[in-house]
Every structure is written in C-alpha cells, then in structure tokens.
C-alpha cells in the first residue's frame, strides 16, 4: 500500500487532457490555451466547447453548439413547480443541486436510468451535456425570482449564455459592458483541473451514474465554504470591515490572530493566479466605467487588497479567483448568496468535460484506508453493557 | 508524484475506524464487530449508532437515539408537493438525491448553509444526521405512493425503522419475518469502508458542505449501475431468463462470450462475501416460510446460484450481495427500481458516520492529475479555422 497523504494531496487520481496548471509561472491553460488568451478573445459558448471537445471549433461547429445551449433553455413547467414548493430561504447551492438533481427525471433518455450503458450512447451524453449546462443559467436565474415571490422572466434565445444570464436575473437586457464581464468571469471560472468538485464528479460519474446525478454530486461539493463557497465569504467578509477606513485595522487583527481573510492566496498558485491578475483589472475597469460612483463594498475591497498587497505578497500570498470575483458580482448587483451558483454555473462545462474523460476510459473509484480502529471483538448483548 | 493507479486502486484515501474487510479470510466488521454478529443480535437502529460513535450505545443512549429517529419519520408538507411536482416516470434513486439535497432548504439550521464552521457546530451536526437517517425511510416509501397517483402513507412512531419503512410502502403492517429480513438487510448495507459513494461523501464533505448536499452526492454516485444499481440488474436478468430450466443456457452463453453476470463476484472479496452468506440463509429460509410458493424469479435465481456455483466457484467468483438482496425484496413485492433505494437508506448510516470522521480531522481532497493534454499554444482566430 502507498503512503497516506491527507486529502490525496500530490496523487495523481486521473489522466487528463483537459487543463495544466504550473502553479510557478502562473499558468493555467484549458487544452493549451491560456486563459489569458481565452478571456480576451473567446466566449463561454466556445471555451465550454472546447473543454469538451479537445480543439476549438470551427465557425460551424460553434454555431451548432452555440443553437443547441439556446434551444435548450426554457425548463419544463413542473420543474418551475418544484422550485416554488423549496423554502424561499434556502440556499441558491441547495436549491440548484435539487434541480438538478431531478432533471434526469424530466429528461430521462431513451431508456430511463438504467437498462443501458451510457458509454454507448454518445448521444444520450452529448444531449444531456448541453441540456444541463444550458439550463443551469436558467436554474438559477429562476430562483432569484421565484424565492422572491415573483415568475421567473423566460429565457431569450436571441442572447449569448452570458447576457441571457443576466437578462433572466434582472428582467432586463444588459449593457453590453457588464455581458462582457460575466462572459469573462464565465470562461475563467470554467475549469481548473482536478479540484475538490471535479473530482466528486470522477468518482460519481465513475459507477456510469446518470449525467443529472454527477453534476448534482458536484454541487453539492462546491457549495461548501472551503471550495466554491468562498466567494460569498468575501462579500460578507467585506461587508463586516465596513468601509476602507477600517480595512487595515481589520487586516492586522486578523494577521496577527493567524486568522483566514477570505480570498486570499491558493494552495496550488506559488505567484499570482492568472485569473486574478485578469478579474483584478476587469475591477479596475468597472470602477473606471462607474467613474468612481462604487459602492462602499468596492471601495473596502480595493482598500483590503491594497493592504494584503503590502503584508502578504512577499509571502507568495495575493488575492485570488474568489476575491475579485465576488467584488465584481457585487458591483453588478447580484445577491452574495449567488456567487457560488455564478460559480457553478460556469464549472459545470468542465465537470462535464472531465466527466465524459472518465467515460472514455473509466474505471470505477475505489481507493483503500489505513484502518486505525478496533481489532474484531465479541458482540456485547444490551443487557451487558454498562 | 507517485504513481497513477486507476480508480486509486489500493490507495489509502482516508484513515477510518468504522469497518474494516479481510478479503482473503471473508471478514467484514463494524467497528471491530463482525457482520454476522450485527446481522444476529443488532437491529438497524442500534448498528447505526454503533457506526456513528464506535461502541455499542448502552440501553439509555440506545432507547434516545432510537427516539429520535422516530420523532423525525415526517417530512414538511411542502416536501410532499415537491415530490408530486416530479415525473412519476423517474427513477426512484434520482427522486432521492432530489429531495435529500432539498432537505437542508427545509431543515437549514440556527445559520443557514454558510456563517459558521459545521465542525464547531455538532449540535447540528448530530441533528442533521438523525434527521437526513430518519427521513431516508419516509422518501423512499412516499415516492411509492406519489409516483403511482396515491397519497404517502403516513409514518408511525409505534414501529422499527424496518417496519415502519414496510409499513410506511406497502399501508400495511408487515408480519413480524418480513420486518426480521428487511432489518438484517438494512444492518448488512449499512457500511463497506471506502467505496466510490462513501468516497463521494469524503470528497464533498471535506469541503465542509452543509449535510444534504453530502449525502445527495453520495446518493448520486449510488445510482450507478457498477455500484447500487447493481441489484435491480440481477433482477432484470432474472426477469430477461425467464425460468430456471432456461438458466444453465443462459449462463453458458454469458460465459462463452465473456459477458457480464449482474451480482457475482466482488473486488474486495477472495472469498465468499460475508454478507452474501448470511443473505443466501434468508432466501432458504423465505423459500421454507412460504412452502414452496415462491416466485418463477425466486426460482431461476435457486438455479442460476446453483450453476454459478458449479461454474465460477473455483475461480473465487460467487454470488454476492446485489445478487441475493434483489431476490429477496422481489420476492418481498418490492419494485426493482427501488432497490437502490433500500441501499441507500442502509448505507447512509455508514456514508454519515464517514462524513462526520471526515470533520474530525478534515483536509479538503484535490488529488492530482497525469496531464496528458497539449503544451501551451496559441489561440486561433475563428475566422482562421479550417
């Protein structure tokens, strides 16, 4: 047997085509491209594309795809129904690994959830591949409304994934400018290799469970506060210190506590994470667009990142992906309690990436234990015991 | 790094005090305790706790647990108008990870999914647990009725686990042999160290996700056909031969073409599975209380044993548990499709139990990856692509 190493840390758990890390450089690359060069000049229709298909597409290729995710985004009327009998003060995460969850049950495929082997029917996975990834906007965008007592506005087929986004969350066409930067946030966030909820969808996806059930495992992972729930955390970490007066005080108690300050550093980034060297001057750029009319949120955030940049860069510790992301969304007037359904959102195209991975050459998880506990010993009838 | 083994084959995950196999000596234990003495003397209840918190609950901490469990069977109204919202087609399995993960939207706790560490909180902790282990049973059970137009039938406190779950199916009270075979089922399904659904709850609960979410995904992973599915399979080859005189054929041409036989053999077992053991005693004795009248399928599965043996004995290959269990609650008048559901009621007393050790000494899992993909290269223009 190996060596034990705590949370797998280290163990290669899968073979992967589809992003690379080196965490010296602060490089991440999805099929070799960096995702600088992916923020800049693709969309989250093509980078989702090519997370699942290994290469960029051609102009038609996309345009197929890119009609499939827009025909696939109305839900059934009962899933509506559904939505309307959860708590209306449940968790958006809760709520979206509910929904989706039960979308196998709505579209179950040619033969329901058993009596054959997915493997064997690419296009059972190609079409549950877009129907999910395609109504996860919807899912969550719905929600905002329904827990609020109102319909949910029906999606438009006329708007790329991202402004059709925010169109369903707010009833209204965006401005172009804040489209682009959820497109952004949508193609960084897309992917990053083996983290804790990809790997969940490893191990579901590894006993040939449905796709619905996979995806449902992997939300249910990222919903927790040490994996995608950090970006909530920072919104409400922001909105405890108050205003940039109070960010180093706050700074330094928490420094000289040893305590967490959300959204900062990563354990597999040695420099600054790419991505939030890009959400960082997409901050900047949104603050110059408001033309210094940001909140005070925005204005603790630049204030805190200042002050960490000063105490913690040295240390190879910056602000990463969750920071920015939550300031941003923010900004843009989104509930902090959504940021990890944002989140979501746009990981599921790698989840579904990797997922159809361990299809192509699954084996089904089944790791060992250093067993610590009691050696066999004699069952104890109730009336013997003290 | 060290090296890659495919489905972290004999790589310890975790360590664990909760069971513990010797495959080579056909061992199975709980917390020291072997399966056949858990299968004699223990009820459900009690191996629950046992698993829970490592000893035997004396007749007061028995007695409480056990009462708790009760005062937990009902489910919120709104849980009922959720599960009628859902197809009646869908699988029972994707029913249960839906309205599991709806579960911490109805029960969320004194602050909601996010605003505290759930490891500082075992109050909660122990509260979730008996309510998620309680209410397994009534979702199952309610799912039965709604899916076939009829309202749930509601539970009672006067009754075990194992009849209240029969009652709670069939609007009956179960004979007293009935709730003996589901209780020595349930005890049995209820823990096999780190398999890939148990593993699933490691993997989202070490990112310190609320409860819910943890055991809906593992729930998710269940699904699979190469894990808990496997029981209505054997039914639905049992079903697919037909008769007893068509299963030496039947056999010999699986085994000509090298195709798979639903329900023998085991990874983990050299020998005959423990549990198997124990479960082909009770078909023995289900076939004597009912003097031979048993089903045609009861009957194809006597001779398929019998051939399997005569065939695959020698090789270490028998019957195991998916095989004998999915005899039973056939013969029992349960569904096939909801025998992955009985699992998953068992097991979530183990996937809990699992869950809260996670806690206890929690490192978030990200493995790591043989990346195999390409080497960084430049985005291509879409006008530019072949």
């Known amino acids: 047997m190996s060596e034990y190493l705590p949370g797998l840390e280290g163990v290669p758990a899968t073979k992967s085509n589809i992003s690379h890390i080196d965490g010296e450089r602060g490089v991440l690359a999805y099929r070799g491209y960096p995702i600088e060069s992916l923020a800049e000049h693709s969309t989250f229709e093509e980078t989702s594309l090519l997370l699942l298909d290994g290469r960029l597409p051609t102009a038609r290729e996309l345009a197929e795809f890119d009609e499939q995710l827009r025909g696939n985004r109305r839900v059934k009327y009962n899933i509506r129904e559904m939505m309307k009998s959860l708590p209306p003060t449940g968790h958006p995460m809760e709520m979206l690994q509910t929904a989706v969850a039960s979308l196998g049950m709505f579209y179950p495929g040619p033969e329901g959830l058993t009596g054959r082997d997915i493997r064997e029917d690419l296009d059972y996975v190609h079409s549950m591949t877009v129907k999910i990834l395609a109504r996860m906007a919807t899912l969550v965008a719905m929600w905002e409304h329904i827990r609020n007592g109102y319909d949910p506005v029906p999606p438009r087929t006329d708007l790329t994934y991202a402004e059709n986004f925010l169109y369903m969350l707010s009833g209204k066409e965006p401005e172009a400018f804040y489209a682009d930067i959820m497109d952004t946030c949508l193609v960084l966030h897309a992917e990053h290799t083996i983290n804790a909820s990809t790997f969940a969808a490893l ?184």
Chains 1, 2 share one sequence.
């Open 203 to 386: 191990v579901a996806g590894s006993t040939l469970a449905a796709p619905n059930g996979v995806i449902a495992a992997a939300i249910g992972t990222l919903s927790g506060p040490l994996h995608g729930g950090a970006n909530q955390r920072v919104v409400e970490m922001l909105e405890d210190i108050g205003s940039p007066d109070n960010a180093r005080p706050w700074v330094e108690k928490q420094l000289a506590a040893k305590a967490k300050i959300w959204g900062m550093g990563h354990r597999e980034y040695k420099v600054k994470d790419p991505r939030a060297v890009i959400l960082e001057k997409l901050v900047e750029k949104l603050a110059a667009y408001k033309g210094g009319q940001v909140s005070p949120l925005f204005e603790t955030a630049l204030a805190v990142e200042e002050i960490c940049r000063e105490r913690l860069a040295h240390k190879g510790v910056y602000p990463n992906v969750d920071f920015y992301s939550g300031v941003l969304y923010a900004e843009m007037g989104i509930p902090a309690d959504q940021f990890t359904s944002i989140f979501a959102i746009s990981r599921c195209a790698g989840w579904l990436a990797h997922w159809r991975e361990q299809l192509a050459d699954n084996r089904i998880f089944r790791p060992t234990q250093v067993y610590t506990g009691e050696g066999i010993r004699d069952y104890v009838p109730l009336r013997d015991r003290g």
